[in-house]
């Protein structure tokens, strides 16, 4: 009977498939469920505010204040399947004035807040908050100070690079204002009177062959610490300018001597042997000095020497045999041609070690420049320091 009733009356078919489906339906609709939401936690200083997406912990933070509080607050919820997923975004509300029913606060203030003591939005929320971690929520008001800081070439951070065979020249970089002012929590503060560099938005490279200008605000991860600065964002002028290309050379290092007893002393001293002539680099921008520069003609353009008139008079009369001196640079080039022009040590010394001749000789040496130039080319060849050349220590 059972089998030919099944077979031979649908309707009886359809009533049974229908049944088991609201019986699941109402099954399902009751089933407890759970889902952990991670709200961060943000100060507003004006609520209320729109709805957050995907959701937030909002705390009312007055303008004069900072907020020090956990980053992410983990919401628990339990209810039925029917109550997931929320129909808004869920939103917590913590407001000091209306917590602590004061108007006015300390320097500092602190509150431990727990899942009762926001307001929820969604109201019905409330009812279905199982717990949240951390229990309770320490939030900690500060009122905030102001510091005055310098910007320096720390303070950027460069993506992306400019075009091939051009470099930035951050040493150069201009800022305006150079000088902002911080406004922020004191803890927050505090390490930058310890040499923190203020940190700007990055600044985006992508292939610039000249400067580039750019307004840039304060770096997002020190907003996100509650910080701002006045003015909200500065004018950085960078320079871009072909890569310096380098010139390698070797040179003789000559030692000259002015003034009272210059004789005496080129007579007396003599740069030890493994200084007299040593590897130099000249470096430069953009098209070169004079054309075909090449390690020869380079070495034909700079003049390197110490001069022996820097050690004292004191050095001497204590009988010392051994001085260390800078070494000291002449480009044998027009004061225009030479700017963009740098020499440098690579041994990174930057100084030679001359020595006392016990038996001293009256002989010229054939390596000192002459002391008085007798005539306009020998002068430019032998007396850098004297010549209109520019001359600069050397690096």
Not at 358 to 386: D, I, K, V, Y
Request: charged share 25%.
């Amino acid at each position: 009977m059972w089998r030919r009733a099944f077979l031979e009356d649908p309707w009886q078919k359809l009533g049974a498939l229908a049944l088991a489906i609201g019986v699941w339906y109402v099954a399902f609709r009751n089933t407890t469920k759970t889902e952990t939401l991670e709200l961060p936690v943000r100060p507003a200083p004006d609520l209320p505010l729109p709805a957050a997406a995907p959701g937030e912990i909002r705390v009312a933070v007055p303008k004069e204040f900072g907020l020090d509080a956990p980053a992410i607050v983990r919401v628990r919820l339990r209810g039925t399947s029917k109550d997931f997923p929320l129909a808004y975004p869920l939103v917590g509300v913590f407001d000091p004035v209306r917590a602590s029913g004061e108007t006015s606060f300390k320097e500092t203030m602190n509150f431990q807040v727990r899942a009762e003591g926001f307001r929820w939005s969604p109201p019905h929320a409330r009812e279905l908050i199982d717990g949240i971690e951390p229990d309770p929520v320490i939030l900690r008001l500060e009122k905030l100070e102001s510091r005055t800081v310098r910007l320096d070439a720390r303070s950027l951070l460069l993506t992306g690079e400019p075009a091939e065979g051009y470099a930035v020249v951050v040493e150069r970089v201009r800022f305006s204002p150079r000088t902002v002012t911080l406004l922020g929590r004191p803890t927050e503060l505090a390490r930058f009177a310890e040499g923190e560099a203020v940190r700007l938005e990055p600044l985006p490279l992508g292939g610039e062959e000249g400067g580039v200008v750019r307004m840039l605000g304060l770096h997002p991860s020190l907003v996100a610490n509650g910080l701002s600065m006045e003015p909200r964002s500065v004018t950085v002028t960078l320079p871009v300018e072909p890569r310096p290309t380098e010139v390698r050379f070797r040179a003789r290092v000559e030692t000259v001597a002015f003034g009272p007893g210059a004789e005496e002393r080129r007579a007396a001293f003599r740069l030890r042997p493994e200084d007299a002539e040593r590897d130099f680099v000249l470096a430069f921008r953009g098209a070169p000095p004079v054309s075909h520069l090449d390690s020869e003609r380079a070495a034909s353009l700079v003049q390197i020497f110490v001069d022996l008139g820097e050690i004292t008079a004191e050095a001497l009369a204590r009988g010392e045999s051994r001085f260390e001196l800078p070494l000291r640079e002449t480009l044998r080039l027009p004061r225009e041609g030479a700017r963009g022009l740098e020499v440098r040590d690579p041994s990174g010394r930057r100084t030679a070690i001359v020595e006392r001749l016990f038996e001293a000789t009256t002989t010229m040496p054939a390596s000192a420049p002459a002391a008085e130039p007798t005539s306009a080319p020998a002068a430019e060849a032998t007396s850098g320091p004297a010549s209109a050349p520019t001359t600069r220590d050397g690096r």
